[in-house]
C-alpha cells in the first residue's frame, strides 16, 4: 500500500498511518511525514 499508493500520490497522513498500523519505528521518516503534513 505504502509503495504502491500512498507514496506515488504524495498522500502523507496515509503514509504515516500504514507506518503506525506496521509497527515500524523510524524516528527520520515519522519526522519527514508529519513535516509534510503540517507544510500541507
Known amino acids: 500500500l505504502y509503495g504502491d499508493f500512498a507514496d506515488p500520490?504524495?498522500?502523507?497522513?496515509?503514509?504515516?498511518?500504514?507506518?503506525?498500523?506496521?509497527?515500524?519505528?523510524?524516528?527520520?521518516l515519522i519526522e519527514s511525514l508529519w513535516s509534510e503534513i503540517i507544510e500541507q
Open 9 to 28: 500520490f504524495n498522500l502523507s497522513e496515509c503514509k504515516l498511518s500504514i507506518v503506525h498500523c506496521a509497527g515500524h519505528f523510524d524516528v527520520t
